[in-house]
Nanobody, 127 residues
Framework: QVHVVESGGGLVRPGGSLRLSCAAS????????IGWFRQAPGEGREGVSC????????YYHDSVKGRFTITRDNAKNTLYLQMNNLRPEDTAIYYC????????????????????WGQGTQVTVSP
């Protein structure tokens, strides 16, 4: 079955770094749209970074450009999100999600377009 599992969240101080992992099973992630999303308390879910296709240009939310990097290890069927220079505003539950789609809404990381979701991992940025 299509399954993704996030890990790597935790508590970090402002300016620190964290790397999230998304382990995929039941499908080859290189053939899917896949990305990272987040949801802060009382807020809606938003796309952080998504990628479609083996050589597609990743999407990044404006608030994370220059700080976060999405990478895909096809040999390990694992997706990563390297987060640098973290800010308190980055505090949220981070989710990995995947889908077979490849159109515009997937490329621009719209949460409602993605069908297969992980359980989430908490990221807290605080002094």
């Amino acid at each position: 079955q299509v399954h993704v599992v996030e890990s790597g969240g935790g508590l970090v101080r402002p300016g620190g770094s964290l790397r999230l992992s998304c382990a995929a099973s039941g499908f080859t992630l290189a053939d899917y749209a896949i990305g990272w999303f987040r949801q802060a308390p009382g807020e809606g879910r938003e796309g952080v970074s998504c990628i479609t296709g083996s050589n597609g240009t990743p999407y990044y939310h404006d608030s994370v450009k220059g700080r976060f990097t999405i990478t895909r290890d096809n040999a390990k069927n694992t997706l990563y999100l390297q987060m640098n220079n973290l800010r308190p505003e980055d505090t949220a539950i981070y989710y990995c999600a995947a889908d077979r789609g490849s159109g515009l809404l997937f490329k621009i990381c719209r949460p409602s377009s993605y069908g297969f979701w992980g359980q989430g991992t908490q990221v807290t940025v605080s002094p």
